[in-house]
């Protein structure tokens, strides 16, 4: 019964493929984000979505589309993948903004090669 | 814009040591403040947050943390380290003003020495 699921945990592919990670939470919330990790650790939202509505947007290349086809899942689909997309890919979600808790999946460790 | 800087990259302390990690702040307005934990090839886990209540506030795991605005700080602390507190630890951000992002330090790995 795990909280917020990602899939695949693993993920190796060649530059210029298109591949997608998923992203499902069972906690009833309204609020979904994903979070770009780098090697270095620095952790960075990259979209967050309330009630299926794109709600945060932070300057991400468009290679990057995500799509929320209901409030307990939040895809990830990139586009013509590139060296710097390796990183450790995290979802998240919360009930509302602001103050509440965020609950992070396991992550989702990309190697572009 | 808010942001956080996490004094110290890595963090080494003895077992049964008291555990300082530091978080300084910065916001225009009164802000929401988070420490999350992250161990190895693991997700995040939210240790303790401050949400404008109690300034002296209790987590998991015996931590705890106390926001300063004078200070502009939340420094997170546990009076006797040990060895299962050895990950990566993140302060972060959020004011309670529109869509803003969470926004997290740069991380401080702790290391506990048998």
């Known amino acids: 019964d795990t909280a917020v699921s990602q899939t695949p945990k693993y993920l190796v592919t060649q530059m210029g493929n298109d591949k997608s990670i998923k992203c499902e939470q069972n906690?009833?919330?309204?609020?979904m984000y994903w979070y770009k990790q780098d090697s270095k650790k620095f952790l960075k939202i990259m979209f967050s979505?309330?009630?299926?509505?794109?709600?945060i947007n932070e300057t991400v290349p468009n290679r990057f589309s995500p799509k929320s086809p209901d409030k307990a899942h939040l895809n990830l689909h990139i586009n013509s993948l590139e060296l710097g997309d390796s990183a450790v890919y995290f979802c998240a979600s919360s009930h509302g903004l602001a103050g509440e808790t965020q609950y992070f999946g396991p992550g989702t460790r990309l190697l572009v090669l | 814009a808010q942001s956080v800087t996490q004094l110290g990259s890595h963090v080494s302390v003895s077992e049964g040591a008291l555990v300082l990690l530091r978080c300084n702040y910065s916001?225009?307005?009164?802000?929401?403040l988070f420490w999350y934990v992250q161990y190895p090839n693991q997700g995040l886990q939210l240790l303790l947050k401050y949400t404008s209540a109690a300034t002296l506030v209790k987590g998991i795991n015996g931590f705890e943390a106390e926001f300063k605005k004078s200070e502009t700080s939340f420094h997170l602390t546990k009076p006797s380290a040990h060895m299962s507190d050895a990950a990566e630890y993140f302060c972060?951000?959020?004011?309670?003003?529109?869509?803003?992002?969470?926004?997290f330090g740069k991380g401080t790995r702790l290391s506990v020495i048998a």
């Open positions: 979505y309330n009630n299926k509505e794109l709600i």
């Open positions: 972060a951000v959020r004011i309670n003003s529109g869509n803003t992002p969470l926004v």
């Open positions: 916001s225009s307005v009164p802000p929401y």
């Open positions: 906690l009833g919330h309204d609020t």
